[in-house]
């Protein structure tokens, strides 16, 4: 894979600046200001962070100001490979959900002291791993969840209303003189009056409630840990299920949610129904899904996020009908992904510093 790393001391030291970006100018000024008569000695002081992406907004200038950077500037996310070259020798690392941090790749980077993930799940990464070596894993919960619960209201609207399948037929053509009004075309399932069943009551999903109930839905939720929330009356699970219009997934993935969505599951599902997910492909079994949208069982689904990403050319998924595909943008804005950017830069400075992250995932 052709791919480079720019490391942002080494631009530093590049005075003739051709590679000098905005982060290592930031990071120059910032020794400046410290002082520094010797500029080589100073970077060595610098704790060693390495980045798995370009970030929105400026939290990676303000993290230069404090650590020796480098960050990865290949075509999209590091291969493992690269993962392990950049942050082998790093005191620090800040990943994304494309990043799999396990055992292995741990014990071959002796010096990290602390990970930070620019996302709030954190499935990618072997907590209990990194707990027994002492490492705090930082994430960014609190940021997300009412741009996540957008995105999942979207799709529950755009699958509910055939909306992407509506773009598609007006730009091949379809909508032609003959079809310029069907009484049959693109007939939904309504959403008003209809009841949702929320699987997963944290932020994402409250959020999501709220939302609901605003059109005019009735709300029903479950989720392991008990929560009353004004409006959405809780109930067992299967009951969920079986009384939902529509379902829509809010739950972290676990050992106790991988697959918690499975076969049966989906038959038990009223007949019509609608399945949203937006939270992790791991829940959902989609072969199930992909076979009850061919027979008809579920009118429609909105799927954000799959078992592996990017989709496999052969998922089910792909060749189903009524389903909206999206490729895992659920947090997808210019505002939340900044925020969720200088949370991440925040749990790492913490982390370097000795001091307890602000959102630590494996913390008590
Ligand atoms: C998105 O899926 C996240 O975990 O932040």
């Known amino acids: 894979m052709v791919a480079y790393l720019l490391a942002y001391a080494v631009a530093v030291r590049n005075q ?48 230069s100001e ?20 950049g942050a082998q020798d790093a005191d620090g690392l800040l990943c994304l959900l494309t990043d799999r941090v396990d055992a292995a790749f741990l014990e071959r980077c002796p ?7 620019c996302s709030v ?48 037929f007006v730009r091949e053509g379809g909508w032609t003189w003959g079809h310029r009004w069907d009484p049959e075309g693109f007939l939904g399932v309504d959403v008003y009056g209809a009841t949702l069943g929320v699987v997963g009551l944290g932020e994402v999903g409250r959020a999501l409630a709220t939302r609901a109930r605003g059109f005019g839905m009735r709300v029903l939720g479950w989720s392991r840990r008990r929560r009353e929330i004004e409006g959405v009356e809780r109930v067992e699970f299967d009951a969920l299920i079986e009384r939902s219009d529509f379902v829509t997934l809010h739950v972290a993935l676990t050992p106790e949610t991988r697959g918690l969505i499975d076969r049966a599951t989906v038959l038990r599902m009223r007949s019509g129904a609608v399945l949203v997910n937006a939270s992790r492909g791991g ?19 909105g799927f954000d996020v799959f078992r592996d990403e990017p989709i496999a050319p ?7 009908p009524n389903i909206v595909l999206t490729p895992h943008i659920g947090s997808a804005s210019v505002s939340t992904r900044a925020r969720m950017a200088d949370l991440a830069v925040e749990n790492l400075l913490a982390g370097l510093d000795g001091r307890p992250l602000p ?3 494996n913390g008590s």
């Open 16 to 63: 003739d600046g051709g590679a000098r970006g905005a982060h290592a100018k930031a990071s120059e000024a910032a020794n400046a200001r410290r002082g520094s008569c010797d500029f080589e000695d100073l970077l060595s002081d610098l704790p060693q962070v390495f980045v798995t992406r370009r970030l929105p907004g400026d939290a990676l200038a303000r993290l």
């Open 283 to 301: 829940i959902v079994d989609e072969a199930a899904v992909a076979a009850s949208l061919r027979s008809g069982h579920l009118a429609a689904a």
């Open 314 to 320: 052969d998922n089910p998924l792909l060749a189903a």
């Open 121 to 168: 799940g954190v499935d990618h990464i072997d907590l209990v791993a990194a707990t027994a070596r002492g490492i705090p894993i930082g994430h960014t919960p609190g940021v997300l969840a009412q741009t996540t619960a957008d995105f999942s209201f979207a799709l529950l609207l755009a699958a509910a209303r055939h909306v992407v399948a509506a773009d598609r």
């Open 111 to 117: 010096r990290l002291r602390v990970i930070s993930s």
């Open 359 to 361: 959102h630590c995932a």
């Open 66 to 85: 404090r650590a020796q950077l480098t960050v990865w500037e290949g075509t999209g996310a590091p291969e493992p490979s690269d993962l392990l070259n």
